[in-house]
């Protein structure tokens, strides 16, 4: 889990070089409370620019320029919490978090002058850890924008309530039951996580059953009350409600592969688990996210990725 940002916390004279260096503290935070890697640049840009906007004389008088950055940034994601719900009502299908790939498998920074690379993207700032898993993520869509918020703060971040409280103009008493009614909802819907080596296991026959198109195989493979959701956002074709049932969900997959032949499977890290990306024509065209069942030997859910605005990091990488 992450820390609160050292820097933030006893540093007087705002050096410019330190202010930077927050960005990848901002990335990770905002990733996590907007489940968009593109509304979080936004949010963090938004961040420096209020920054900028002031004058030096300004900017000196804040005691803390990384908790200022923090505040700034978790009140515009906030804000941004608030106006996503009107937004996803009127979305086209399911919404699922954007997914991100694992950084070892697609860094593309460049060297520098000193032999040190530097992302060049901001899903390379991006931690991998449990708080990012697609199924953490989904469960986070659950929570109201305040519960989400104090939630993050404090249990993935260790923020403490003092400051959560000056951020979202609450009690300290009232952050504290925000973050309790987001862990309890965590709890209600959160199932342990398979270790990585065993669902990179039930991955990898999925992929070979879904390539052979055997589809006893597939059903084998599936928790009989499965799920499959998809997100297109309304800019390709894809099912616009959950599959639900492992045979409903192996029939469509068998559907899928004939219509697409030259559709091709890769084994890819997605949000830190092991998952698959199909690729067509060297291009991923769809991410998909999976979670076991409590015996970690079959899959209960799908999350497949096909809006072609969520794959930017993939698509890039495919090319690189």
């Known amino acids: 889990m992450s820390t609160p940002s050292e820097s933030g916390h006893d540093r007087s004279e705002p050096d410019l070089s330190a202010v930077v260096s927050e960005r990848r503290q901002l990335i990770n935070l905002s990733y996590r409370l907007l489940g968009s890697l593109a509304e979080a640049e936004d949010a963090v840009q938004e961040t420096y620019t209020r920054w900028y906007a002031m004058s030096r004389k300004q900017q000196e008088a804040i005691e803390s320029p990384g908790a200022w950055l923090t505040t700034v940034a978790s009140r515009i994601c906030l804000d941004v919490l608030g106006s996503a719900r009107a937004r996803r009502e009127r979305y086209v299908g399911e919404w699922i978090p954007e997914p991100l790939p694992d950084r070892t498998e697609w860094f593309s920074g460049q060297p520098g002058g ?39 703060l404090h249990d993935v971040f260790r923020y403490p309530f003092g400051e959560i409280a000056e951020i979202v103009g609450r009690t300290p008493a009232a952050c504290r039951q925000l973050a309790s009614s987001g862990r309890r909802r965590i709890r209600a819907e959160g199932t342990p996580m398979a270790p990585a080596a065993r669902q990179a296991g039930v991955v990898r026959d999925f992929k070979q059953a879904w390539e052979s198109k ?80 409590d015996a970690g030997d079959r899959v209960s859910r799908i999350w497949a990725v096909r809006n072609p605005e969520k794959l930017r990091p993939w698509t890039e990488t495919g090319q690189g």
């Open 214 to 293: 055997d589809i006893e195989a597939l059903i084998g493979l599936l928790d009989p009350e499965a799920t499959m959701t998809a997100d297109g956002g309304g800019m390709v074709g894809t099912t616009l409600r959950p599959v639900e049932g492992g045979k409903s969900i192996a029939q469509y997959l068998i559907h899928i592969a004939d219509k697409a032949p030259g559709l091709k499977l890769v084994e890819r890290t997605v949000n830190g688990r092991p998952g698959l990306v199909a690729e067509h024509s060297g291009i991923a065209v769809t991410v998909a996210a999976f979670e076991l069942t």
């Open 114 to 152: 000193d032999g040190s690379t530097e992302p060049s993207d901001p899903a390379d700032r991006i931690t991998l850890d449990e708080s990012v898993n697609m199924a953490f993520l989904v469960v986070l869509e659950s929570m109201t924008p305040a519960e989400r918020v104090a939630f993050i």
